[in-house]
C-alpha cells in the first residue's frame, strides 16, 4: 500500500485546513487509518484513527472536538479536517494505514506510512 498525504500549509491561529491521504490499493477498504504528527526533536504522536469502515473514530485529548477523521472507501482516500487550529498543532502530519480493520492509536499498530505534509500554524 502506497500512501500520498496533501493538504499542508501554512495558516493562521483559529483558522482550518484539511489534510488528504491517497492510498494506491483497494486493501485501503480493509484497514483502520490513522494520522499521526511529529515535531522535530519530538516522537510521532497519534492524532485520530479511523476503523474499515468508518463507523468508529479516536482522538487524541488535544485534538478532540477541533479535528474530524473521515474516509471514503470508494475514492481510496482518508481525511483529516482540522479546525480551531493552534500554533501547537504546527508538526508534520502522517497517514498511516494499520494492520487491522479496528481504529488505533499505537504507532506498532500501524504498517505502512505516507511521507508526510506539513502544517505549520501561525500565532
Known amino acids: 500500500v502506497q500512501l500520498q498525504a496533501s493538504g499542508g500549509g501554512l495558516v493562521q491561529a483559529g483558522g482550518s485546513l484539511r489534510l488528504s491521504c491517497a492510498a494506491s490499493?483497494?486493501?485501503?477498504?480493509?484497514?483502520?487509518m490513522g494520522w499521526f504528527r511529529q515535531v522535530p526533536g519530538k516522537e510521532r504522536e497519534f492524532v485520530s484513527a479511523i476503523s474499515w469502515s468508518g463507523s468508529s473514530t479516536y482522538y487524541a485529548d488535544s485534538v478532540k472536538g477541533r479535528f474530524t477523521i473521515s474516509r471514503d472507501n470508494a475514492k481510496n482516500t482518508l481525511y483529516l479536517e482540522m479546525n480551531s487550529l493552534k500554533p501547537e498543532d504546527t508538526a508534520v502530519y502522517y497517514c498511516?494505514?494499520?494492520?487491522?480493520?479496528?481504529?488505533?492509536?499505537?504507532?506498532?499498530?500501524?504498517?505502512?506510512w505516507g511521507q508526510g505534509t506539513l502544517v505549520t500554524v501561525s500565532s
Open positions: 498511516a494505514a494499520g494492520r487491522y480493520g479496528s481504529a488505533r492509536s499505537e504507532l506498532s499498530e500501524y504498517h505502512y
Open positions: 490499493r483497494r486493501t485501503f477498504s480493509n484497514n483502520g
